[in-house]
C-alpha cells in the first residue's frame, strides 16, 4: 500500500545536539512538508519542497534544515539551534498534478532531555 | 493574512447524536478546503476534501459543506459513534493567482461521544 512513513515514532535529543527524523513516501508525490504541532496550536510550517533539490522555508524554519536529493526522501534536521524543539512533527505529501489533497504520516514525537 | 477559527474548541455529546463542527476562514480567496481527523499521538487522516468550486462533499455518515463568500465550512457527523472521538481539524489552501498555496491549519475541535 501507498503512505509516508515517518520515523522513529519517538526521539529524545539532549541539549546541543542535532536529530534528524525521517520522512519517505511511496506515493510518487511530488511535493513534501514539514509540520510541527505544539498542545493548543494549530500546525504550523516549517519547511516544504515542490521539487527533488530544491526547498522552501516555511513559518518557522529556524532551526530546522531539511533536504531533498530523491524524490521519496525529506528528512527534517532539528539542530540546537533550535531552542524549544519539543513537539510533535508531522510529515506530508502531495501530487501537485493532480488536486487530490495532502497526506500525512504518522508523526514522530521529539522530546528534549 | 489567512487565519483559520475552529469552533467549538471541544464537544461531549452522547451516542447517536447528530453534530456540527463548524470552521470559518477570514480571507474567501481559497483553493480548496480539506478536513482532517486526528487521534491522539497520531498522524492526520483526510476526511474530506472540498474545491472552492463545490459547496458539499459526503462521505459515509460525514458531509462537509462550503461557503466560500461567508468564509464558513461545516462538518455533518451523522449518528456519532464513540469510535468518532477525535480531534478534527480543518485546513484551507489560499488561492495565489490560480496557484495553490500552503495549507492554514484551524486549532482543532476535540470531540468525544460517550456511550
Known amino acids: 500500500d501507498g503512505g509516508i512513513t515517518q520515523s522513529p515514532k519517538y526521539l529524545f535529543r539532549k541539549e546541543g545536539q542535532n536529530v534528524t527524523l525521517s520522512c519517505e513516501q511511496n506515493l510518487n508525490h511530488d511535493a513534501m512538508y514539514w509540520y510541527r504541532q505544539d498542545p493548543g496550536q494549530g500546525l504550523r510550517l516549517i519547511y516544504y519542497s515542490q521539487i527533488v533539490n530544491d526547498f522552501q522555508k516555511g513559518d518557522i524554519a529556524e532551526g530546522y534544515s531539511v533536504s531533498r536529493e530523491k524524490k521519496e526522501s525529506f528528512p527534517l534536521t532539528v539542530t540546537s539551534a533550535q531552542k524549544n524543539p519539543t513537539a510533535f512533527y508531522l510529515c506530508?505529501?502531495?501530487?501537485?498534478?493532480?488536486?487530490?489533497?495532502?497526506?500525512f504520516g504518522s508523526g514522530t514525537r521529539l522530546t528534549v532531555v | 493574512k489567512q487565519e483559520v477559527t475552529q469552533i467549538p474548541a471541544a464537544l461531549s455529546v452522547p451516542e447517536g447524536e447528530n453534530l456540527v463542527l463548524n470552521c470559518s476562514f477570514t480571507?474567501?480567496?481559497?483553493?480548496?478546503l480539506q478536513w482532517f481527523r486526528q487521534d491522539p499521538g497520531k498522524g492526520l487522516t483526510s476526511l474530506l476534501l472540498?474545491?472552492?468550486?463545490?459547496r458539499e462533499q459526503t462521505s459515509g455518515r460525514l458531509n462537509a459543506s462550503l461557503d466560500k463568500s461567508s468564509g464558513r465550512s461545516t462538518l455533518y457527523i451523522a449518528a456519532s459513534q464513540p469510535g468518532d472521538s477525535a480531534t478534527y481539524l480543518c485546513a484551507v489552501s489560499p488561492n495565489y493567482g490560480g496557484s495553490q498555496g500552503n495549507l492554514i491549519f484551524g486549532k482543532g475541535t476535540k470531540l468525544s461521544v460517550k456511550p
Open positions: 480571507d474567501s480567496a481559497i483553493y480548496n
Open positions: 472540498i474545491q472552492s468550486s463545490q
Open positions: 506530508a505529501s502531495k501530487n501537485d498534478r493532480l488536486n487530490y489533497g495532502y497526506t
